[in-house]
């Protein structure tokens, strides 16, 4: 059985789609093809089935993907262990990350993987918000990602690593400055900035307005802009997850939210389910993992 074969079976299983398979494997459309054909026919059973300019596993295929998966990785760890015995271990690992978890989390995160094991593997950060970084995910740009959580993703793994704090902010002239806390129906009669609707946080801090009845311009994307936003104006509040973002505004003042649970907006080390990764991306995700189960915390990015 062919092993180039095997790679190109699982790059396609991944995209479910022959032009851009080839595409990321650098050969023609029709040798991508006669591959798989090629391996159906030593099988003997059909791997994938047209679903319009799709393809999707059978059910066998979606069997065989899973074993092959295992199969390869014990190649690549085999490969990474012939070459960390040389003393050549490495590689390159790509992560995208929202901008919140860039500030602490994900560098004390890194750090501590190094301190481990060396500096062999190479790290390529790439910032984005949330749903383009699952995006990226799904299109095999990123090895993982650290992002909100995106509903109905089975075929993603969510594993919860940060949690975020929801807080009024407010220029140093607003009243509300003087308070140690707020309550959220303390802003029923205030002008609230807030996230704009359609992303995770935008959808989750919307939940809370429509609780309490509180009415709010939701227009923004992020802590900068809302932070920059509020403090040129004395007038407006911001509703607003504490995080690296409100750092560079030094005439804000930052309240916590009473009764509101303290864990509102939790951060994710996302990956895919049963993916081929390479040996560094997979030793670091071992690595990111076991690193999340002992480190929970709050983070201000």
């Known amino acids: 059985m062919n092993l180039s074969h ?4 699982t790059k396609l299983a991944d995209l479910q789609h022959y032009n851009r398979a080839a595409k990321e494997l650098y050969i023609s459309q029709p040798s991508l093809t006669h ?29 065989f993907s899973e074993c092959v998966t295992r199969g390869l990785r014990e190649i690549e760890n085999g490969v990474s262990l012939a070459k960390e015995h040389r003393g050549t271990f490495g590689g390159k690992v790509n992560v995208g990350t929202i901008i919140t978890v860039q500030g602490d989390y994900l560098p004390a995160l890194i750090h501590a993987y190094q301190t481990t094991y060396g500096e062999s593997i ?10 383009p970084l699952i995006e990226g995910l799904d299109n095999d740009e990123y090895d993982m990602v650290f992002s909100a959580k995106v509903q109905n993703r089975p075929d993603l793994c969510f594993e919860h690593v940060v949690s975020q704090e929801l807080v009024v902010c407010v220029s140093n002239k607003n009243p509300l400055a003087q308070q140690k806390s707020l309550s959220l129906e303390d ?6 900035y807030t996230y704009q609707r359609g992303t ?8 809370v307005l429509e609780d309490y009845s509180v009415k709010a311009s939701q227009e923004f994307e992020d802590e900068i802009t809302l932070g920059g936003m509020v403090a ?14 409100l750092k560079p505004f030094d005439n804000l003042a ?10 509102f907006h939790r951060i994710y080390l996302v990956y895919k389910r049963n993916k081929f990764r390479s040996q560094a991306a997979e030793s670091f995700l071992e690595f990111a993992l076991d690193y999340a189960r002992q480190n929970h915390r709050f983070s201000l990015g």
């Not at 930052?254 to 303290?262: S, T």
């Open 232 to 245: 040129a104006n004395p007038d407006i509040c911001g509703l607003v997850v504490n995080t690296i973002g």
């Open 254 to 263: 930052v309240l916590p939210i009473e009764n509101l649970q303290k864990d």
């Open 6 to 9: 095997l790679y190109y079976f």
């Open 35 to 63: 591959a798989i054909k090629a391996l159906e026919n030593e099988l003997g059973v059909l791997l994938f089935e047209r679903v319009g300019r799709r393809v999707v596993l059978t059910e066998f295929g979606r069997k």
């Open 200 to 207: 995770p946080l935008g959808e989750k801090v919307q939940e």
């Open 187 to 192: 802003l029923r009669n205030q002008r609230v």
């Open 122 to 131: 190479k790290f390529s950060l790439h910032q984005a918000f949330s749903i």
